[in-house]
T-cell receptor
Framework: NAGVMQNPRHLVRRRGQEARLRCSPM?????VYWYRQLPEEGLKFMVY????????ESGMPKERFSAEFPKEGPSILRIQQVVRGDSAAYFC??????????FGSGTRLTVV | GEDVEQSLFLSVREGDSSVINCTYT??????LYWYKQEPGAGLQLLTY?????DMKQDQRLTVLLNKKDKHLSLRIADTQTGDSAIYFC????????????FGSGTQLTVLP
């Protein structure tokens, strides 16, 4: 079991570009969570998804950010028109139920 | 909203015990967790405790929970250099679809 796979590990984008972050949950896990870690801070919840459904997006910024978890393929976190303040580590976690998170190694986004 | 607080830094000598403390505000917390993050890596779940427990021991790790004071601690016995990392306290509450609230992390440095 390969664990939660996130790619890319590092992503550099210029201001105004789009960032697409991918997360493949562990085999058999149907719950996916996205968290953001700003420098020297803890992780902040963004969104919780099940296959084809957004369950809780209370932590997502209202604009430019979107997430999906399609029936087939990885979960995608999309950030449109990135700004410097979007620079952070973005972590995905998965679980078989609403419990027992396993985190991926994260995608470090740098906006230049 | 919910808040989780930790001291930022802790230094101990190899072989000594480390105690990392955490306070939280959400009285409806059901599970409390300790995660370890090594540089450039994701979060590794170390241990967790259910809110109706006072203590949990797992090899070198002891978790103490004082629910009245909303205080959680992690004791690492016989601390080794490989224990140097950032340790995050996190809590989840019953009404949040398993959204975790993290503290800012405690940087543990183990000195030889």
């Amino acid at each position: 079991n390969a664990g939660v796979m996130q790619n890319p590990r590092h992503l550099v984008r210029r201001r105004g570009q789009e960032a697409r972050l991918r997360c493949s949950p562990m085999k058999g896990h149907s719950h996916v969570y996205w968290y953001r870690q700003l420098p020297e801070e803890g992780l902040k919840f963004m969104v919780y998804l099940q296959k084809e459904n957004i369950i809780d997006e209370s932590g997502m910024p209202k604009e430019r950010f979107s997430a999906e978890f399609p029936k087939e393929g990885p979960s995608i976190l999309r950030i449109q028109q990135v700004v410097r303040g979007d620079s952070a580590a973005y972590f995905c976690a998965s679980s078989p139920y609403e419990d027992g998170y396993t985190f991926g190694s994260g995608t470090r986004l740098t906006v230049v | 909203g919910e808040d989780v607080e930790q001291s930022l830094f802790l230094s101990v000598r190899e072989g000594d015990s480390s105690v990392i403390n955490c306070t939280y505000t959400d009285s409806s917390s059901t599970y409390l967790y300790w995660y370890k993050q090594e540089p450039g890596a994701g979060l590794q779940l170390l241990t967790y405790i259910f809110s109706n427990m006072d203590m949990k021991q797992d090899q070198r790790l002891t978790v103490l929970l004082n629910k009245k004071d909303k205080h959680l601690s992690l004791r690492i016995a016989d601390t080794q250099t490989g224990d140097s990392a950032i340790y995050f306290c996190a809590e989840s509450s019953s009404g949040s679809a398993r959204q975790l609230t993290f503290g800012s992390g405690t940087q543990l440095t183990v000195l030889p």
